[in-house]
């Protein structure tokens, strides 16, 4: 059983167009995350969610939403796509806490052309 | 600002010793963690150190030094599937995780 699943693992898609990843962890964790990894392999942290309130919004383009219809799962939705949002999109969950260890979904690789 | 430095890349023989060392300038410290990810998948956790200190875990062990801002983890026996990048993430005094660009480590037999 995966822990945290994303979809779709690949995306590739043309300027302008809006897509959407979604990730589900099966963990019971209370707090889940986006983070962007460029290709420089910096991981950028989006959003976090806990217990369905965003407590960090970094300082992302307001094209990207996040979206917890329950703890469970948090989607990524992207409006109006830019060439420099290509990147893998990663999700990950956590109990939280200051030793929480993060748990990574496999992954979206988005392209924009 | 909040800075984390490692490597880019090292490059060991199998079999051998490897130690990766990060700095870090954080507002605060409430841990520090690696994570090892392979290529084009996802990190995954390896060792947690919030005090100084030595923590062992098999053939990998991380080092601290908090009064240094220090890192270093050590990978002992070196085996082809060790090549990988390894991140260095450090918890400020917000909780908000800060992570390094990563080192990759190609192991040569």
């Known amino acids: 059983d995966t822990a945290v699943s994303q979809t779709p693992k690949y995306l590739v898609t043309q300027m302008g167009n809006d897509k959407s990843i979604k990730c589900e962890q099966n963990l019971g964790h209370d707090t889940m995350y986006w983070y962007k990894q460029d290709s420089k392999k910096f991981l950028k942290i989006m959003f976090s969610?806990?217990?369905?309130?965003?407590?960090i919004n970094e300082t992302v383009p307001n094209r990207f939403s996040p979206k917890s219809p329950d703890k469970a799962h948090l989607n990524l939705h992207i409006n109006s796509l830019e060439l420099g949002d290509s990147a893998v999109y990663f999700c990950?969950?956590?109990?939280?806490?200051?030793?929480?260890?993060?748990?990574f979904g496999e992954g979206s690789r988005l392209t924009v052309l | 600002g909040q800075n984390i430095d490692q490597p880019t890349e090292m490059t060991a023989t199998e079999g051998a010793i490897v130690q990766i060392n990060c700095t870090y300038q954080?507002?605060?410290?409430?841990?520090l963690f690696w994570y090892q990810q392979h290529a084009g998948e996802a990190p995954t956790f390896l060792s947690y150190n919030v005090l100084d200190g030595l923590e062992e875990k098999g053939r990998f062990s991380s080092f601290l030094s908090r009064s240094k801002g220090y890192s270093y983890l050590l990978l002992k026996e070196l085996q082809m599937k060790d090549s990988a990048s390894y991140l260095c993430a450090v918890t400020d005094s917000n909780y908000q995780l800060i992570w390094g660009a990563g080192t990759k480590l190609i192991i040569k037999p």
């Open positions: 990950a969950s956590t109990t939280g806490g200051d030793t929480g260890e993060l748990f």
């Open positions: 969610y806990n217990n369905k309130e965003l407590i």
């Open positions: 954080t507002s605060g410290f409430n841990g």
